[in-house]
């Protein structure tokens, strides 16, 4: 299960702590209507039903927002998750598969990780970057034991399965999502398929 | 190497085209000079040297010119290869390293690829179902003949290798662009020792 990162201004105080969370649980159902593209923080604080100078008490900016808002879903989607799972090929088909079943998650996932390609969105780029990092150490660590133990085949570098694993989880999501002909589990659980040990 | 889809009112007449062209050439090196993210169309034609009105005869809204100017980037890309290469792990290997060579050119892919995923984004949405569509059937289509063949192996079906090979080099290409001690060509070459014949 993912620990969520708290970003914001106050979010050391408890109080301050609830709101922040309070808002975001609604910031989530606004996304998930509308989508983020183009939304101004104006605009969500309205349809937040807060005011703007309210919201930018707990956010620095519209990018710092949307990075909270994604973080807080996927933490929410992994607390869903009832026994924890070693990180590996099921951890992440699972995932994918809760995913795309959250309207608005892998769309607000690919917007910001778009904006964090851009100059100048250096919130979300700081936040993609650890999180790609964290990701593959995490599955990196657990391929090596896998392939100790003789669990997986041991002639392809660890980093690279890891890196090609959530590179494909991430990029079946987004064919899935535009053509949901796309099998999505089957087709990543072939990966278990292709890391059998020789 | 890619034929460069027409989009535009007035893509027919050889002088439009022509015209249609020097824009798309200019949008190109205005992309890669700003990024795509939060440009107006007015500003585009500032930048581009021509005004709103004439850049409006061209192409309909901001994303058909954004969709422009990708399939343009690409056939580019494409265009610079000097031997045709049958589908397959390599020919996605070449793509994937000479795609994060263009600067802009996978910022504006996972922009575009992100808008495609909200409503409201037809002309995205259709580019790049049909693209994906496109890239898997060829795929899926040359790793058959090779699964035949006994070139790779054949335990899993070609449609999962197709859509697998193309959602890593996505993903791929954001993770070394976020981070480049990524190694994006050896671990793409990795999918081929993961695809030889038991």
């Known amino acids: 299960m993912d620990s969520e990162p708290v970003i914001g201004r106050r979010g050391a105080h408890a109080k301050g ?6 808002i975001l649980d609604r ?5 998930r209507e509308r989508g983020a593209d183009g ?20 956010f ?4 710092q927002l949307l990075v ?17 799972v070693t990180p590996g090929v099921d951890s992440m ?6 995913n795309v079943e ?13 904006a964090a390609l851009e100059s100048g969105s250096e919130v979300a780029r700081e936040y993609f970057s650890t999180r790609f990092e964290r990701l593959r150490a995490e599955l990196t660590t657990s391929f090596r034991e896998q392939q100790a133990s003789g669990a997986i085949r041991d002639d392809v570098p660890a980093e690279h399965l890891a890196a090609l694993v959530i590179a494909a989880s991430d990029g079946l999501q987004i064919q899935w999502l535009l053509e949901s002909s796309v099998e999505l589990e089957a087709t990543l659980r072939s990966i278990a398929t292709l890391l059998q040990p020789l």
């Open 17 to 22: 702590v609830a709101r922040r969370q309070e």
């Open 60 to 63: 620095d900016s519209r990018e």
């Open 102 to 114: 959250v309207p608005g998650l892998v769309q607000l996932y690919s917007t910001l990780v778009a």
């Open 39 to 58: 939304t101004s923080l104006r605009r969500i604080a309205e349809a937040i039903g807060v005011s703007h100078a309210a919201l930018l008490h707990y």
């Open 68 to 84: 909270a808002v994604y973080a807080h879903a996927e933490a929410q989607r992994a607390a869903g998750n009832t026994s924890p």
């Open 93 to 98: 088909v699972v995932a994918a598969v809760q």
């Open 27 to 31: 910031a989530i159902e606004v996304f």
